[in-house]
């Protein structure tokens, strides 16, 4: 279902804030590319619905305080699983 880029930028807001998603994974459940989610967010939405773009960016700020961590636990969980293969 096509939306207008103003509705697509609030339901990934939600979207995010509900499931606190990553933008990775909003941009897979809704198909569109991680770049649209983040123009949608950061740009688009700041312009449209102020309140709700807080609480997106309250949740994007905490996903890109953990990626690191994300990124090891990946990588081990790789290794294992090339062990255990």
Do not use: F, W
Not at 33 to 52: A, C, G, Y
Request: hydrophobic share 35%.
């Amino acid at each position: 279902m096509r939306y207008s880029a103003e509705d697509r930028a609030v339901l990934l807001g939600r979207y995010i804030v509900e499931n606190k998603a990553t933008v990775r994974a909003a941009a897979g459940y809704y198909g569109v590319s991680k770049s649209t989610v983040h123009m949608d967010v950061s740009e688009r939405l700041k312009k449209i619905n102020p309140s709700l773009y807080r609480e997106v960016r309250k949740i994007l700020d905490i996903n890109k305080s953990e990626r690191h961590i994300r990124g090891g636990k990946a990588t081990k969980q790789k290794y294992l699983m090339l062990k255990d293969g």
